[in-house]
């Protein structure tokens, strides 16, 4: 559904469904670090569509610090197991 939302450029409605998704996984402390990480980095992907650069630099730098994620640096190779 949100890819289908992406392709019409419905970016508020996005945003309000990944932050309400982030608040549910907040609730639930059981879940994956990596859901929490992807949630923010998606966040972070619909903040840069809509020119809002410092918001989408702050919510990619605090998905990098979620535990368990690996931490790259510009230039770095990407992971053959990594999407692009």
Avoid: C
Wanted: glycine share 12%.
């Amino acid at each position: 559904m949100v890819g289908s939302l992406d392709r019409l450029g419905y970016w508020g409605e996005i945003r309000e469904r990944l932050e309400r998704a982030r608040e549910a996984t907040k609730k639930h402390l059981g879940s994956p670090p990596e859901l929490g990480a992807g949630l923010l980095g998606d966040l972070a992907t619909i903040a840069f569509k809509s020119a809002e650069w410092d918001e989408a630099i702050a919510l990619w730098e605090a998905a990098a610090g979620y535990p368990g994620q690996p931490v790259h640096q510009p230039g770095d190779p990407i992971p053959a197991n990594q999407p692009t």
